[in-house]
């Protein structure tokens, strides 16, 4: 049997450990991982595999570090300080990705006719990707000049509403003669992504 002094220490160490474990909520090591331990090698997997999109990823990814939309004046296509300011900030994304396309897209508010509404939109949207092309896009990339007119409000009002009357640019697929692309070696689109996150 153990001398008391010597039980004592054993059992105060035994008792501060239990106190330290019991007070942390997290696993060791939890805040090295953060829930991503791992997640490149997955996705690198997954698109390799096809299960994940890198089309639909990158689309995530500019809605997430771009703003996507600008907005006009009441029945006007001509683009405002906001709107080259924020065209500028989407060019500066796409010229990092020249094997992948864009659609622009025109919308307006629910005033007027739906005739009119709908060559508004387009007038919107070729105003977009006219200052697209003038920040040196190549226009080919810019896939589709679509106007939705007034289908799809952001507000559902008969009001004049700014938020209405907007262009959204988005991620729309690849460049096919681009040689990322024919040749099948998205890796090299990946690895540009993996290496340029780091700075």
Same mark, same amino acid.
């Given at each position: 049997m153990a001398p008391p002094a010597r039980r004592a220490r054993a059992l105060a160490l035994t008792l501060a450990a239990t106190l330290a474990v019991a007070?942390? +909520?997290? =696993? #060791? &090591?939890?805040?090295?991982? =953060? &829930?991503? $331990?791992? #997640?490149? %090698?997955? /996705? /690198?997997?997954?698109y390799q595999t096809g299960q994940l999109d890198y089309t639909v990823v990158l689309a995530e990814r500019f809605a997430r570090e771009v703003? %996507? %939309?600008? %907005? $006009? #004046? $009441? /029945?006007? @296509?001509?683009?405002? @300080? +906001?709107a080259r300011a924020v065209l500028g900030l989407q060019a500066a994304f796409i010229r990092h990705f020249p094997e992948v396309r864009f659609s622009v897209y025109g919308h307006t508010d629910l005033v007027g006719s739906r005739a009119y509404n709908h060559r508004l939109g387009l007038r919107r949207a070729r105003a977009a990707v006219d200052y697209l092309v003038s920040l040196g896009i190549d226009r080919s990339r810019l896939d589709a000049l679509v106007s939705f007119g007034e289908t799809q409000p952001l507000v559902a009002t008969?009001?004049?509403?700014?938020r209405n009357r907007r262009t959204v640019t988005e991620v729309s697929g690849f460049v096919q003669d681009n040689p990322l692309v024919v040749d099948g070696r998205f890796a090299q689109i990946i690895y540009r992504n993996y290496a340029g996150s780091g700075g």
């Open positions: 007070g942390c +909520d997290r =696993e #060791a &090591g939890s805040r090295i991982d =953060e &829930g991503g $331990f791992g #997640a490149p %090698t997955m /996705n /690198n997997i997954l703003p %996507t %939309t600008i %907005t $006009f #004046a $009441f /029945n006007s @296509a001509t683009l405002d @300080a +906001d008969d009001a004049q509403d700014r």
